[in-house]
């Protein structure tokens, strides 16, 4: 087999509402052996994967999928379920999955969930490789399989602490972000609404109460002066410093890094001068220079507070053995580490344990050695520290934790400054004030971790990620999100995504906008290329200022990769039409009505679907619309439209000349077609539908009529305002029409326009990309030559294709039409625009089917076809 296509579907897409896996396989000559060729398979599988069994698969029941294998089906499908299972085996829960054949013999499309990237499409390359062997009778090693899929879940997947805020926010439902697939750099929400974290660390973190937590000394001194009990103590740069301080102090002493963390360096009840230069040495070596202060007797307790409120306690003991009277020292450790709750780093409760050279002192200081019988119920330390990043374990002692000691740990967390901190104190108990016992603060931490608190050892778990997500959500019905509005369709898309973010704007509303041009926030252009995918969309929701998001949705983003985020308030689907067919197995207009009908789908309940009721293919995707739907029609009579304004659902349309809005028995006039400068005075009927569609959403947002009346009223047809959408220029003697039809579709709707602007000849400069079906360039250059007297053709992205097919094929389109249309070919767009302007004369319009806009403007003036005035002002004439 021989995966020919596998990438990750980040949102809904078309073969699923949820993220998914996708993966083209070529089965090769499996295709000629279905399961049930296979002897023994159904047993094999079983052995190799038992949990299999509980695949229901299209049967419905627990050992349906196994049912279906026996009965015969494609290696394709059971590829989908293995690496599905593969998933559930290193801890992800998954369980959607389908495969559906394509259009080429032998090649399957499989698609699966995923948790996690990485893991996800790692489990597909595994699974293919277990499948052939299945099928050919190879030997398998599944465990080595699982272990090179967990190898990759700990790479990837991020730790508890972030994972517990992350799951927080998502059973609220705020959207969540890995902004840095190899870090815990995370957004959670949208744009003006979004709140960013590092692990635990957020984007309201002090960095200057961070500079004090990581300094121990610093803190020392704040706490200190403040009354809170801390440990006596000095900073010593030399160990001659050291043998000092521990004359003031007194032994038995603590030696630390004054910067550092998850206890490495830390050498604790040292006692006498020796066993101080190696721990001086230790803690010197990790980040000089170095603390020497008491040694304060008691247990090892972490306090977390988050938002200025106690939310979890647990005491700590560093990593340990206890004796059974039978067993050596070195054999009590290796069982230890057998437990399957330990794991390495953070990827199980409890870590690994690991001898370092303080271990070793530590284990002579207890007078045993490697090899030891360690008596029965003796526990023998194996490290100073409890950190459980070093194989500690952890007690809740949440419910246990005084008045006192609360109060004094929330005054330490408004002392310090910081949002979520951790606070280690030392004390004989937490059940009693911190006066009436040995007890002192030795440090608090920035950015803690949460595993302690999450999954102790022993006690309740804390579900401390949830604190969080209500510090920086303190709304309980805050999801974090920004209205996003999808627009989608075969023509019309861009312009209509420019006039919803114009009616925003001219509303108030700080926009962020992507699509095929640019991506916009608050009308400055940031980027400029083709930006209507799902890469634009997660730009846009990543700025801290934008309130809302109008994002373009083509059909390549769609398949390629998904929308890019999980729902929006308002999709709107304009038409379906024929363009791009062949591609991504959509061949036929159903398959790529059901793709575009993906937007409305991701709509939300509580949002809204627009549809061109004038289009069978929109009106029959309602069926996917979620939310409300409003329509959008030039039919003011249409049947469909006039049932469902009577059961009281919105839909606009034109009556006598005017945007109208109807519901029930109620019509509110919008605007006079005339009086919106896109419509040309209601000559581009398809530009009148935009601007139906872009009311439609804007009132869907909550936009009033006044609102909707003036942004239509400032919306001009000019390459300043909508570039490269039916930009009209007068420019004296000729007429400059600029537009991107690159399809026979919007070729129509345009050649209304072109037909009824008066003029001698109508002389075009157009192309198309190389990813059309042979006779699509061919209709194309047909439709070129019915509207036009004279057509220049010119080469864009081939797209694959040899150099000058596609011209070729548009200009024997073209020359199949009759009427005596001249057609030539110049294969350099800049030189075909020349051309057009060598022949141009008074009384012509000048059609320029292009791309690059500016450039034709500037030539346009440079040929003195246009006044020399700044550029700003002639865009903004209309």
């Known amino acids: 087999?021989?995966?020919?296509?596998?990438?990750?579907?980040?949102?809904?897409?078309?073969?699923?509402?949820?993220?998914?896996?996708?993966?083209?396989?070529?089965?090769?000559?499996?295709?000629?052996?279905?399961?049930?060729?296979?002897?023994?398979?159904?047993?094999?599988?079983?052995?190799?994967?038992?949990?299999?069994?509980?695949?229901?698969?299209?049967?419905?029941?627990?050992?349906?999928?196994?049912?279906?294998?026996?009965?015969?089906?494609?290696?394709?499908?059971?590829?989908?379920?293995?690496?599905?299972?593969?998933?559930?085996?290193?801890?992800?829960?998954?369980?959607?999955?389908?495969?559906?054949?394509?259009?080429?013999?032998?090649?399957?499309?499989?698609?699966?969930?995923?948790?996690?990237?990485?893991?996800?499409?790692?489990?597909?390359?595994?699974?293919?490789?277990?499948?052939?062997?299945?099928?050919?009778?190879?030997?398998?090693?599944?465990?080595?399989?699982?272990?090179?899929?967990?190898?990759?879940?700990?790479?990837?997947?991020?730790?508890?602490?972030?994972?517990?805020?992350?799951?927080?926010?998502?059973?609220?439902?705020?959207?969540?972000?890995?902004?840095?697939?190899?870090?815990?750099?995370?957004?959670?929400?949208?744009?003006?609404?979004?709140?960013?974290?590092?692990?635990?660390?957020?984007?309201?973190?002090?960095?200057?109460?961070?500079?004090?937590?990581?300094?121990?000394?610093?803190?020392?001194?704040?706490?200190?002066?403040?009354?809170?009990?801390?440990?006596?103590?000095?900073?010593?740069?030399?160990?001659?410093?050291?043998?000092?301080?521990?004359?003031?102090?007194?032994?038995?002493?603590?030696?630390?890094?004054?910067?550092?963390?998850?206890?490495?360096?830390?050498?604790?009840?040292?006692?006498?001068?020796?066993?101080?230069?190696?721990?001086?040495?230790?803690?010197?070596?990790?980040?000089?220079?170095?603390?020497?202060e008491r040694f304060v007797k008691g247990e090892d307790h972490r306090l977390l507070v988050v938002d200025g409120k106690l939310v979890a306690a647990a005491r700590r003991r560093p990593a340990h053995v206890v004796g059974d009277g039978q067993t050596t020292l070195n054999a009590l450790i290796d069982e230890e580490n057998k437990d399957p709750r330990r794991g390495i780093g953070h990827e199980n409760l409890l870590t690994q344990i690991h001898l370092d050279e303080q271990s070793y002192r530590l284990i002579a200081q207890q007078n045993v050695t490697m090899e030891s019988v360690v008596p029965e119920g003796e526990v023998i330390y194996l490290k100073s520290t409890a950190n459980l990043s070093t194989g500690g374990t952890a007690t809740d002692v949440t419910e246990d934790v005084h008045p006192e000691v609360k109060y004094t740990a929330e005054r330490i967390a408004r002392l310090v400054g910081l949002d979520i901190i951790g606070i280690d104190l030392l004390a004989e108990t937490v059940s009693r004030p911190l006066d009436e016992q040995s007890a002192a603060v030795v440090e608090v931490n920035a950015g803690p971790g949460f595993?302690?608190?999450?999954?102790?050892?022993?006690?309740?778990?804390?579900?401390?990620?949830?604190?969080?997500?209500?510090?920086?959500?303190?709304?309980?019905?805050?999801?974090?999100?920004?209205?996003?509005?999808?627009?989608?369709?075969?023509?019309?898309?861009?312009?209509?995504?420019?006039?919803?973010?114009?009616?925003?704007?001219?509303?108030?509303?700080?926009?962020?906008?992507?699509?095929?041009?640019?991506?916009?926030?608050?009308?400055?252009?940031?980027?400029?290329?083709?930006?209507?995918?799902?890469?634009?969309?997660?730009?846009?929701?990543?700025?801290?200022?934008?309130?809302?998001?109008?994002?373009?949705?083509?059909?390549?983003?769609?398949?390629?990769?998904?929308?890019?985020?999980?729902?929006?308030?308002?999709?709107?689907?304009?038409?379906?039409?024929?363009?791009?067919?062949?591609?991504?197995?959509?061949?036929?207009?159903?398959?790529?009505?059901?793709?575009?009908?993906?937007?409305?789908?991701?709509?939300?309940?509580?949002?809204?679907a627009v549809l061109n009721a004038d289009d069978p293919r929109v009106l029959a995707s309602k069926e996917w619309a979620r939310g409300d739907v409003i329509y959008f029609t030039l039919d003011p009579d249409a049947e469909p439209v006039r049932e469902h304004v009577q059961s009281h659902g919105v839909a606009f349309t034109v009556q006598d000349g005017r945007i109208v809005m109807r519901q029930g028995n109620v019509e509110a006039t919008i605007i006079p077609v005339v009086d919106a400068p896109i419509t040309f005075e209601g000559l581009a009927r398809f530009n009148v539908a935009n601007a139906l569609a872009a009311s439609a959403a804007a009132y869907a947002l909550g936009l009033s009529i006044a609102d909707i009346q003036l942004g239509l009223q400032t919306f001009h047809p000019t390459p300043g305002q909508n570039p490269g959408r039916t930009n009209f220029i007068d420019a004296g003697d000729i007429k400059v029409l600029i537009d991107y039809g690159h399809n026979v579709p919007a070729l129509q709707a345009l050649s209304e326009l072109v037909s009824r602007i008066p003029a001698h000849r109508r002389i075009s400069v157009a192309s198309a990309p190389g990813n059309r079906r042979d006779e699509d360039l061919f209709s194309l250059g047909a439709q070129l030559a019915s509207m036009h007297d004279i057509v220049f053709l010119y080469e864009t992205d081939p797209r694959g294709r040899p150099g000058g097919e596609t011209v070729n094929l548009l200009r024997a389109g073209a020359e199949s039409v009759p009427g005596g249309c001249q057609v030539e070919v110049v294969m350099e767009e800049r030189h075909a625009i020349d051309k057009a302007f060598d022949v141009v004369r008074e009384g012509d319009l000048l059609v320029l089917l292009i791309e690059d806009v500016e450039g034709a403007t500037e030539r346009l003036r440079g040929r003195r076809f246009l006044p020399d005035i700044p550029a700003e002002a002639a865009e903004s004439q209309p």
Not at 198 to 209: I, Y
Not at 452 to 465: A, I, K, W
Not at 544 to 551: D, K
């Open 1 to 292: 087999m021989n995966i020919l296509e596998h990438r990750a579907l980040r949102g809904p897409n078309y073969y699923s509402r949820y993220q998914a896996i996708y993966m083209r396989l070529d089965i090769g000559e499996l295709e000629a052996r279905p399961s049930d060729t296979v002897p023994g398979i159904v047993q094999r599988i079983t052995a190799l994967l038992p949990s299999l069994y509980e695949h229901r698969c299209s049967v419905g029941r627990a050992g349906g999928f196994l049912e279906r294998i026996e009965r015969g089906t494609w290696a394709g499908h059971v590829v989908e379920h293995v690496a599905i299972e593969l998933q559930n085996l290193i801890g992800f829960s998954v369980g959607y999955g389908k495969t559906v054949d394509s259009y080429d013999p032998g090649i399957y499309n499989v698609v699966y969930r995923y948790r996690d990237e990485a893991c996800g499409l790692a489990a597909g390359v595994e699974a293919v490789d277990i499948v052939a062997r299945l099928f050919n009778g190879d030997e398998i090693d599944i465990s080595s399989a699982v272990t090179r899929l967990k190898h990759v879940r700990d790479e990837h997947m991020l730790g508890p602490s972030t994972a517990s805020i992350v799951d927080a926010a998502t059973r609220r439902g705020i959207p969540c972000a890995r902004l840095d697939e190899n870090s815990s750099y995370i957004q959670l929400g949208h744009g003006c609404r979004q709140q960013r974290i590092q692990a635990t660390v957020t984007g309201r973190t002090s960095l200057l109460s961070y500079g004090i937590a990581d300094d121990k000394h610093w803190t020392k001194q704040v706490l200190g002066e403040a009354g809170i009990p801390v440990p006596k103590g000095h900073i010593c740069h030399s160990i001659e410093e050291a043998l000092e301080a521990v004359l003031d102090i007194g032994f038995p002493v603590v030696v630390k890094p004054v910067i550092g963390n998850h206890g490495r360096g830390v050498s604790t009840d040292i006692g006498d001068d020796e066993t101080l230069r190696e721990a001086f040495n230790i803690a010197s070596q990790q980040n000089p220079p170095v603390i020497v």
């Open 451 to 608: 595993r302690m608190h999450l999954s102790p050892t022993h006690g309740t778990g804390r579900d401390v990620g949830q604190h969080v997500i209500e510090m920086l959500f303190p709304d309980t019905q805050e999801s974090g999100r920004i209205p996003i509005v999808a627009v989608t369709g075969t023509n019309g898309k861009t312009t209509t995504v420019r006039l919803i973010s114009h009616l925003l704007r001219q509303a108030g509303r700080s926009v962020g906008t992507a699509c095929t041009g640019a991506i916009e926030i608050d009308n400055h252009t940031i980027m400029r290329g083709d930006y209507s995918g799902p890469q634009a969309a997660a730009a846009v929701l990543r700025e801290p200022t934008v309130e809302y998001a109008v994002l373009e949705v083509a059909r390549g983003g769609i398949m390629r990769r998904g929308l890019g985020f999980d729902e929006c308030q308002v999709g709107v689907l304009l038409n379906i039409a024929s363009d791009h067919l062949g591609e991504n197995d959509i061949h036929t207009l159903d398959e790529l009505a059901r793709c575009k009908a993906v937007v409305i789908d991701a709509v939300r309940e509580q949002g809204t």
